[in-house]
């Protein structure tokens, strides 16, 4: 079986759209036999080569580009039907934008987005529209995300008025009541305003809308950062209940990455518009081998004063650097201990790093670096 | 574990003021969450669906304030379209024997400067001054607020081209303007009075519907909206429309005032409204140089102008109030 | 600082020296809607050296608690009604306003959340820290800018030289945090408040703000206050959690015992509801319901509507801040629970 990854780069725009599409099918196929991801099921979604830039302009009325913000930057993942993709990392790495696109909220300025194998990142009118009925999102913030001057049954009943083939006009009202109730809110307060509520009751009515033209996926980007903690895990399992009820697929993206691991089969970790590692939960969390991750991970305070003198704690210097002008090769090279001469000079692709390419075990998933080793960092 | 409180009796206690009903709704959440999925509780017969315009209606109505101000300009509105109904004089029947005297029987404001009929002539003057008034501002509101608000959400280059034309208007001093514009009129009527004020007016409008639908624009709600794959003219109506019109509102009805005052300056300035038209500008014009012996002349038509702007106001107070329902 | 040392001992404070006590604290919200009870009487107090966590959700009275203690609350609407604020001996809250201005600083100092927005965007960085010593020790420009510099290098933001000129907007989240730092230390006060310090950073440069307070904490032996609903960041580096719930502290504890054994149905379910990092946990533990309304605080215990373990005394009777005694545990624990026996029966 030939790896994708073996091709550059270069190489592959040379040769053309369909040496491309060739490229795909084949690391797709070597991604399932890797892992068996996905439960073994066909992706539902599959994200290749997303680049979204944000041209930075000079000028009032004609505008002349200087430059962009390399906001997402090659991002390539697959969905499976039923499963949750979660997406961690930290501010300005792009998860959010690719949370957008997904959902076409950004045009991506390049690549593709696959639904069932059909690209909808080009999609527009009524194609589009029909597409959206399938893929819905859950925003972060629960206060901004609702129409204060909308009641609660006009905004979970919106969906309905956009696709009035979904639900004929008499039994809005009642979808919406039944809705209310499948997230746990009295079906009452259908004529209520958003500002009677409290954030995670907001953050229902959220799900709720999302939910009313029984989408297959959900995008939620950080659905429960804005709320309490004691109110966190009330959200947490509704989302979960809701996935086995209605079988969705859902792409969870968070900076918290204990909430990740909960809710998560598999796993991203973004930095600077890249994924740098993907794998199963376990695979990230307990075998990580990507130098990001292990930081990331051995950052995240653990409520358990026990373990702070047993654990290792990498502390990274510096910043993230402007996504404007990012590094050379390797992203995270400016803030990496591992970093020598090859990371500025060649990109390191996605893909199983050598080390392990012919071992079986957890330590055998896409990582991003050139110099991947295991690192235990989780206590 | 069942929860003492019943969600259903709490709900039903607030739900008529429906003041502080987050924190009682908080309180049960407990009791909501905890039964079942899909449990028949509270599905109980379906109340009628309400909507912000509906909701502000039954508020406005409730409000004092809507109340006396929308009296307060149908009897305006009464006047300038029949003022016979309510003064029986000519105003343009003066003597000027009677010239600045102060009240006297059958006439209860005393006379101008001319020797006509204060109380009259302020009656007569309802008509051309709300006309201006009311019309130069919707005029200004209107043009403002699409033009500003299509700027604002589509941004881009005719966003660009839009603040630059703003920009220009900006510059035009407006007494100098008129004079210029409006000495080349020869019709008598308030029209072009009111089309030079709609003018130079909207830019104004314009400036504050771009800025609050950019705000409102960036609200979540707006992106949830597109997800649902919303058409432009549902985002704007729905969503930016009602979250952007409070600034407009206030901003109309202060300019209101300043309108029917822009309409005296021009007048006194010969290139407004001309005799024998009435206004309460050209009243109150007329009567400010005999300000010192006769304040009565300037008096009555200034205080029917007040009340006329002020009227404005607060009905524009109360329908923005009306129209956010977190003051309910 | 020595004047101020020798008032706390002429007060006659015994051995032990504490730097803060807080007294039945009360402090309320008057507003259109009724009045809010933010803080019911709480009791917590600060030694030299020491870090104490106070936890609590939004609406818990953490921070309604800290600006009281600053001298910073607004008032109106706000209203303290009741309780003393001591600080090395002298209630706060008898002292008139210049008196009182001039313990802010040089006596405690505030670190906030939100370091772009408490940081004036249009005056560069080294005029804001050396601000401090010209307006309290009267320095000239030339050395407050030296001056600045040196606090720059202290918390480690790199080329401090060269940097010193730039503006807020120029530095990054982590960064502008450093500076808040720098500026709460610059007059060596013997008390810091830092307000969930570091909730608007990445976990990364969150390790390392933790990581520069507590050093600078023990290099300075300094009290520290920090206030967060992060149970992990308290984890790392308090000594003792007070536990706020309702405007009320309802646990206090040492650091290492909390977590093994709460002794709050609370504190208990907070632990049990945060996902852990470690293990792929099954369904979440959720405490149910909301954080109380504070115009309507519930009677009797103000967990009760949302405790597993709620009894009739719940609904009834206050419980008050309990000695736990119970074997194998350390001396001074509280818990604010008619059943603190039985809760620690259950997770010990």
Redesign the interface.
């Known amino acids: 079986m030939p790896h994708g990854e073996h091709i550059s780069k270069k190489q592959l725009e040379a040769e053309g759209e369909s040496a491309r599409q060739l490229m795909d099918k084949a690391r797709a196929e070597h991604e399932f036999a890797a892992h068996g991801s996905a439960g073994g099921r066909e992706p539902i979604l599959q994200v290749r080569g997303l680049v979204k830039h944000y041209p930075l302009t000079q000028g ?2 004609i505008r002349k580009q200087v430059g962009a913000v390399k906001a997402v930057d090659g991002v390539d993942f697959d969905l499976g039907q039923g499963e949750t993709l979660g997406i961690v990392g ?2 300005g790495c792009g998860k959010s934008t690719v949370a ?1 696109m997904l ?3 950004e045009r991506p300025t390049a690549g593709e987005i696959r639904y069932k194998g059909e690209d909808i990142s080009k999609l527009s009118g009524r194609a ?2 029909a597409v ?2 399938n893929i ?2 859950v ?3 629960p206060y ?8 609660v ?3 979970i009943g ?2 309905y008025e ?2 009035p083939e979904v639900a004929p006009k008499g039994s809005r ?2 979808r919406v ?1 039944e809705l209310l ?2 997230v ?10 958003p ?4 954030g ?2 907001r953050q229902r009515i ?1 799900i709720a ?1 999302g939910l009313a ?1 029984r989408p297959e996926i959900i995008v939620a980007d950080e659905p429960v950062s804005a709320l ?7 959200v ?2 509704l989302l ?2 809701l996935q086995n ?1 209605f079988d969705l697929s859902y792409v969870f993206i968070a ?1 918290d ?3 990740v ?3 998560s089969d598999r796993v991203g970790v973004m930095y600077l518009g890249r994924i740098v590692e993907i794998g199963s ?2 695979e990230i ?1 307990e075998h990580p081998t990507h130098p990001y991750t292990q ?3 051995s ?10 003198e047993q654990r290792e ?1 990498i ?2 210097s ?3 650097p402007s996504p404007a002008n990012p590094p050379s090769g390797c992203r995270f090279r400016t803030r990496c201990w591992k970093a020598r001469e090859r990371c500025a000079l060649e990109v390191p692709a996605l893909a199983v790093p050598a080390e392990f390419r012919y071992e079986e075990g957890p330590a055998a998933h896409d990582s991003a670096c050139h110099f991947a080793e295991e690192k235990q960092v ?2 | 574990m069942p929860d003492p409180r019943e ?2 009796g709490t ?1 039903g206690a607030i739900a008529p003021t ?1 003041a502080g ?2 924190m009682d ?2 309180a ?2 407990g009791s ?2 905890d039964k079942a ?3 028949p509780e ?3 017969p ?2 009628p ?4 315009w509906s ?1 502000a209606w039954r508020e406005l109505r409730r409000n004092p304030v809507f109340v006396i101000s929308g009296l307060i300009i149908l009897f305006l509105v009464f006047i300038s379209l029949w003022p016979s109904a309510i003064a029986s004089g000519n105003p343009l029947s003066c003597d000027l024997a009677n010239a600045q005297k102060s009240s006297a029987p059958g006439h209860p404001f005393g006379f101008d400067g001319q020797g006509c009929d204060v109380y009259t002539r302020t009656v007569y003057g309802a008509r051309a001054s709300v006309t201006v008034g009311v019309c130069a501002t919707l005029g200004v509101a209107i043009l403002g607020s699409v033009l500003g608000g299509l700027a604002g959400f589509f941004g881009g ?1 005719w966003d ?2 839009l603040s ?1 034309i703003t920009d220009v208007f900006f510059a035009i001093p407006v007494v100098l303007g008129g004079l210029v514009l409006l000495s080349v009129v020869t019709s008598n009527t308030v029209w072009p009075v009111i089309g030079f004020m709609v003018l130079l007016g909207w830019p104004q409008l314009s400036r504050i519907a771009r800025g609050s639908v950019i705000t409102a624009k960036q ?3 707006v ?9 432009n003219s ?1 985002m704007l109506l ?2 930016i429309a ?2 952007a019109v409070a600034p407009v509102i206030v901003v109309a009805t202060i300019a209101l005032g300043t309108y029917i005052a822009l309409e005296a300056t021009l007048s006194y300035l010969g290139v407004g409204l001309k005799p024998p038209t009435v206004s309460w500008g050209i009243d109150i014009s007329a009567a400010s140089q005999y300000i010192r012996n006769a304040p009565h002349m300037l008096l009555w038509p200034a205080g029917a102008l007040a009340i006329t702007v002020l009227a404005f106001i607060m009905l524009g107070d109360a329908v923005r109030d009306a ?4 003051l309910r | 600082m020595a004047t101020v040392a020798s008032e706390a001992s002429a007060s006659g404070s015994p051995g032990t020296s504490k730097l803060l006590e807080v007294r039945d604290l009360h402090v309320e919200f008057r507003t259109r809607d009724g009045v809010a009870k933010a803080v019911n009487g709480v009791d917590y107090s600060v030694a030299e050296g020491e870090t104490l966590a106070v936890l609590g ?2 609406g818990s009275g953490k921070s309604v608690t800290a600006q009281a203690i600053m001298g910073i609350l607004d008032m109106p609407p706000g209203k303290i009604t009741g309780g003393e604020i001591l600080f090395k001996g002298r209630d706060l809250l008898k002292l008139k306003g210049e008196e009182r201005r001039k313990t802010r600083g040089a006596g405690m100092a505030m670190i906030f959340q939100d370091a772009l927005s408490s940081l004036n965007p249009v005056l560069s960085v080294g005029q804001q820290l050396g601000e401090m010593y010209v307006v309290h020790q009267g320095m000239s420009r030339k050395d407050a800018k030296a001056k600045a510099i040196e606090l720059m290098d202290r918390v480690r933001i ?1 080329a401090a030289k060269e940097r010193v000129g730039q503006y807020p907007h120029q530095f ?4 502008r945090q450093r500076i808040m730092i720098a500026m709460a230390m610059a007059l060596e006060p013997s008390l810091i408040i830092a307000d969930e310090p570091t909730t608007a950073l ?7 703000v ?2 520069l307070l507590a050093e600078l904490r023990r290099e300075l032996n300094m009290g520290l206050i920090l206030i967060t ?8 580096v308090a000594d003792n959690i007070a536990v706020m719930y309702a405007g009320r502290i309802v646990e206090k504890a040492p ?2 015992e909390i ?2 054994a709460p002794a709050h149905p609370y504190t208990r ?3 049990e ?6 293990q ?2 099954q ?6 319901g ?2 109380p309304n504070l115009m309507h605080i519930p009677p009797g215990c103000a967990f009760n509507p949302r405790c597993p373990m709620a009894r009739d005394v719940c609904r009834t009777d206050v419980p008050p801040l309990y000695e736990v005694a119970y074997e194998g545990l350390a001396a001074e624990r509280r818990s604010a629970c008619h059943f603190w026996k039985e809760t620690l029966d259950a997770s010990w």
């Not at chain 1, 500002?195 to 409290?198: D, G, K, L, R």
């Not at chain 1, 950052?299 to 702070?308: E, I, L, T, Y």
């Open positions: 009032i009325v930290e501010s957008k959902v076409n909220l589009l529209k959206r009925r819905q999102m925003f972060q913030d901004t995300s609702l129409n204060p001057r909308m009641t049954g006009d905004i919106e969906p956009i696709h009202r009642q009541q109730d499948v746990g809110l009295n079906p009452e307060y259908i004529n209520r305003y500002h009677q509520f409290s995670g009751q959220g809308r033209l309490d903690v004691s109110v966190q895990a009330q947490v399992n979960d209940r009820e900076h990455l204990s909430i691991r909960h809710i939960d376990e969390y930081a990331l991970l950052a995240v305070p653990v409520p358990d004063p026990a373990a702070r704690r502390i990274l510096g910043d993230v989780v206590p | 969600p259903d709900a429906g009903g987050a709704l908080a049960t959440e909501t969450l999925p899909g449990g509270g599905s109980g379906s109340t669906a309400r909507s912000l909701d280059f660009a081209i630059r609200n979540d709600y992106q949830a909206a597109r997800a649902l794959g919303a058409s549902r729905r969503h009602p979250n129209l956010d329902p977190k | 959700e939004s790199p990054s989240g982590g960064m990445d976990v990364t440069v969150q390790a390392q933790m990581d609903h992060d149970l992990g960041v308290v984890a790392d650091v290492h977590y093994r379910g907070l632990l509801s945060i996902p852990r990092l470690d792929k946990g369904e979440l533990y959720a405490i149910k909301l954080p």
